[in-house]
């Protein structure tokens, strides 16, 4: 079987596993990302991390096809980090494939995180059996993967698939990026406990009580367990949020005509309530016969769908 090294790269962790062309990770190991001491010493970490893995398998560096790499932010056609990927200071501006191929003689490709999953998603999970897919990670933002035609699509500098910064409202919620009114403002685990403490001084229930009170503690898996008991606050919250998100599908419904829409990331721990009310906005916002050829499905791959998918990335490339 072939076999390619996989790294996902985090903020605080970085992850990297020996994946097979069948979906197969072993070796998991995780090191710190040291994100603090600058982009050169993150690197370097990553480079410690590949050897270690070599070292584990006990096979040489060359029976490898190659090394994947998934990271936040963009990866230019050189190897080179472009930007968007403010959690990890000094990572913008480095070459990252030339230094790995002349330490180890490994090819590596690399692609932006959640371009990583959506590749991991479409070969081994909720993207099996088809060829055109859009993956939305809901999390602490908002990140997007796309692949059309069997492939992930990088756009030509890497940058594609920031569908999480899609202007869904004009002039409306601050997003993280500078600019408002972005989806990552309403569908992110972070804008869901905005709009949860910012309706709470208005709205009258037994969750908004707590919302007023204690606003810190609020959290979106609270916002979602007081959905599942029909709270008037936490279900303004989530329609408001699945209108949102719905928003930014319909505008990729009518640019790809994807076969499946992918919703993944913690705040899709609340499942199916989700799926159910974005099936009820998204055709509002386009066309009809586009909407019925496309299924709206939850992700299906676990917390190792990143380090998988970023192998995937090497074993497409390059076997
Ligand atoms: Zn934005």
């Not at 070459?95 to 692609?111: C, H, K, M, N, W």
């Not at 055109?132 to 990140?143: E, R, S, Y």
Request: proline fraction near 3%; aromatic fraction near 6%; glycine fraction near 16%.
């Amino acid at each position: 079987m072939k076999t390619a090294i996989g790294i996902d790269l985090g903020g605080t962790t970085i992850k990297g596993a020996i994946i097979g062309e069948t979906g197969v990770c072993t070796h998991i190991t995780r090191v710190p990302t040291g994100a603090d001491q600058g982009g050169r010493h993150v690197l370097s970490n990553i480079m410690d991390l590949i050897g270690e893995l070599i070292n584990k398998s006990g096979r040489d560096a060359s029976s490898f096809v190659g090394v994947g790499f998934g990271t936040p932010g963009f990866v230019g056609a050189d190897g080179m980090i472009l930007g968007g990927a403010e959690n990890l200071p000094g990572w913008k501006g480095t070459q990252v494939y030339a230094p790995i191929t002349e330490r180890f003689g490994l090819r590596v490709s690399g692609a932006n995180d959640v371009t990583s999953v959506a590749l991991a998603e479409l070969k081994f999970g909720a993207g099996r059996g088809v060829q055109n897919i859009v993956c939305f990670a809901l999390g602490t933002g908002v990140g997007g993967g796309i692949a059309t035609d069997g492939k992930i699509y990088k756009g030509t500098h890497g940058m594609a698939g920031e569908i999480g910064h899609i202007v869904v409202e004009t002039d409306g919620a601050q997003c993280t990026c500078g600019r408002k009114g972005c989806v990552e403002a309403y569908a992110s685990a972070t804008g869901i406990v905005k709009m949860a403490v910012d309706f709470a001084k208005t709205e009258t229930s037994p969750f908004a009580a707590i919302a007023h009170e204690t606003p810190a503690e609020v959290t979106s898996k609270m916002v979602y367990d007081y959905v599942a008991k029909g709270d008037a606050l936490a279900m303004k919250v989530h329609h408001r949020m699945c209108d949102m998100l719905s928003r930014a599908i319909g505008t990729i419904l009518d640019t790809l005509s994807p076969d499946r829409v992918i919703l993944g990331g913690g705040v899709m721990m609340a499942g199916d309530v989700i799926i159910d009310t974005v099936k009820t906005y998204t055709p509002k916002y386009c066309w009809p016969a586009i909407y019925e050829r496309c299924e709206i499905v939850i992700a299906q791959m676990g917390e190792d769908a990143g380090v998988l998918g970023a192998g995937a990335l090497a074993l497409e490339e390059f076997v």
